[in-house]
T-cell receptor
């Protein structure tokens, strides 16, 4: 069974631009969560999508948004990039049942200059 | 208050020895889940073990076991027979269900484990 895939793996953008990251979950998983990981703040939960609906959201500004498609693939968008958005963005998939154990992708490393 | 606290920024263990990584949590939710993840230098988060708040037995997965002490709100990870490949960052995490926002996940700051040959 293929794992969680994320594209692109690396990205360099400039301030003010917008970016879209993609995540394909494990086959059969309906829940996709996004996290931001930085040396200063650690791992922070962005949001979770389940069956194309945002089920819950962390404490991030509205510049961070996402969506999920009918095949459970998810995209995350960040508009008006700031230097502080430089981070490793991790996507995790889960069956959405019982334990909610999550399986993470390799991440997208975003650098904002 | 921090939802997940990992008080050991770095730990060293001799190869083949056992090591305990500490984790305490804070929640008023009666139904929650606790997780441990391993993050090698490559960056990928690897799921290790899960413990549900209602589980009576401590979770075990191969060389990993979770020492769950509910009254103390602690969920320590025990790695037995350490191997060089166990050198990595280890994160403790909690899932709780909130009335209005559904599942929320919280991660600790991590413990860097180094296995010494």
């Amino acid at each position: 069974k293929a794992g969680v895939t994320q594209t692109p793996r690396y990205l360099i953008k400039t301030r003010g631009q917008q970016v879209t990251l993609s995540c394909s979950p494990i086959s059969g998983h309906r829940s996709v969560s996004w996290y931001q990981q930085t040396p200063g703040q650690g791992l922070q939960f962005l949001f979770e999508y389940f069956s194309e609906t945002q089920r819950n959201k962390g404490n991030f500004p509205g510049r961070f948004s996402g969506r999920q498609f009918s095949n459970s693939r998810s995209e995350m968008n960040v508009s008006t990039l700031e230097l502080g958005d430089s981070a490793l963005y991790l996507c995790a998939s889960s069956s959405g049942q019982t334990s909610y154990e999550q399986y993470f992708g390799p991440g997208t490393r975003l650098t904002v200059t | 208050a921090q939802k997940i606290t990992q008080t050991q920024p770095g730990m060293f263990v001799q190869e083949k020895e056992a090591v305990t990584l500490d984790c305490t949590y804070d929640t008023s939710d009666p139904s929650y889940g606790l997780f441990w993840y391993k993050q090698p230098s490559s960056g990928e988060m690897i799921f290790l073990i899960y413990q549900g708040s209602y589980d009576q037995q401590n979770a075990t997965e191969g060389r990993y076991s979770l020492n769950f002490q509910k009254a103390r709100k602690s969920a320590n990870l025990v790695i037995s027979a350490s191997q060089l490949g166990d050198s990595a960052m280890y994160f403790c995490a909690m899932r709780e269900v909130q009335r209005n926002t559904g599942n929320q996940f919280y991660f600790g700051t991590g413990t860097s484990l180094t296995v010494i040959p």
